[in-house]
């Protein structure tokens, strides 16, 4: 069983930054698959960004609307998966929602709210 709390959403203009935070209940070194996934008013869940353990380091993935202004990272050690985001816009408004696939099942937080506004 897996816990996940976000925390860091807030109301900033456009061109700030944010930093969410997802905290996993227990040990995040045994999730492979951690991401983040966001959801406006009338709009279908929206992939943002992922994280999965690798051999050889962590691999990440963005969705196209984010590159170069998202950056998703983990640190196992805190239990913690982040997400950085700057550059921010008002299409970027949304609930975003942490996600992690563990012992085959999917978990997800209750979601923290950013809006930006122009």
């Known amino acids: 069983q897996v816990s996940l709390v976000e925390s860091g959403g807030g109301s900033v203009q456009a061109g700030g930054s944010l930093r969410l935070s997802c905290v996993a209940s227990?040990?995040?070194?045994?999730?492979?698959?951690m991401a983040w996934v966001r959801e406006s008013p009338g709009m279908q869940r929206e992939f943002v960004a992922s994280v999965t353990s690798s051999g050889s380091g962590d691999i990440t993935y963005y969705g196209e609307s984010v590159k170069g202004r998202f950056t998703i990272a983990r640190n196992n050690a805190e239990n913690t998966m982040y997400l950085q985001m700057n550059s921010l816009k008002p299409t970027d408004t949304a609930v975003y929602y942490c996600?992690?696939?563990?012992?085959?099942?999917?978990?997800w937080g209750q979601g923290t709210q950013v809006s930006v506004s122009s």
């Open positions: 227990g040990s995040i070194t045994a999730i492979n698959y």
């Open positions: 996600h992690a696939n563990y012992g085959g099942r999917s978990y």
